[in-house]
Nanobody
Framework: QVQVVESGGGLVQAGGSLRLSCTVAGLTFDDYAMGWFRQAPGKEREGVSCITWNSGATYYGDSVKGRFTISRDNAKNTVYLQMNNLKPDDTAIYYC??????????????????WGQGTQVTVSS
């Protein structure tokens, strides 16, 4: 049974930082590309960032470029999202997901097979 568990969310003031972690169990982690998505109330789920199996390529949504950094540690079955200079518009539930195409870089939610339950990030102004 595959488990995807996010952590690290919380309440932070605008301009602050958070680091999200996502630990995966029950699959061969380095057979998967990983992605972070978010969904704010009343809005569609959007792609935030994704990373290939060997960290050879990363991709960011336009709204987070230059502020967020994705990384992974295959030895720990964990992917991270470092979020700096947070803005109130970053407030959302953040989800981690696994794509069984290890070299994939995309935000098409249908290609991600496994999803976590999400972690809430709230940025106050």
């Amino acid at each position: 049974q595959v488990q995807v568990v996010e952590s690290g969310g919380g309440l932070v003031q605008a301009g602050g930082s958070l680091r999200l972690s996502c630990t995966v169990a029950g699959l061969t982690f380095d057979d998967y590309a990983m992605g972070w998505f978010r969904q704010a109330p009343g809005k569609e789920r959007e792609g935030v960032s994704c990373i290939t199996w060997n960290s050879g390529a990363t991709y960011y949504g336009d709204s987070v470029k230059g502020r967020f950094t994705i990384s992974r540690d295959n030895a720990k079955n964990t992917v991270y999202l470092q979020m700096n200079n947070l803005k109130p518009d970053d407030t959302a539930i953040y989800y981690c997901a696994a794509d069984d195409r290890p070299g994939a870089i995309n935000f098409r939610t249908a290609t991600f097979s496994y999803w976590g339950q999400g972690t809430q990030v709230t940025v106050s102004s």
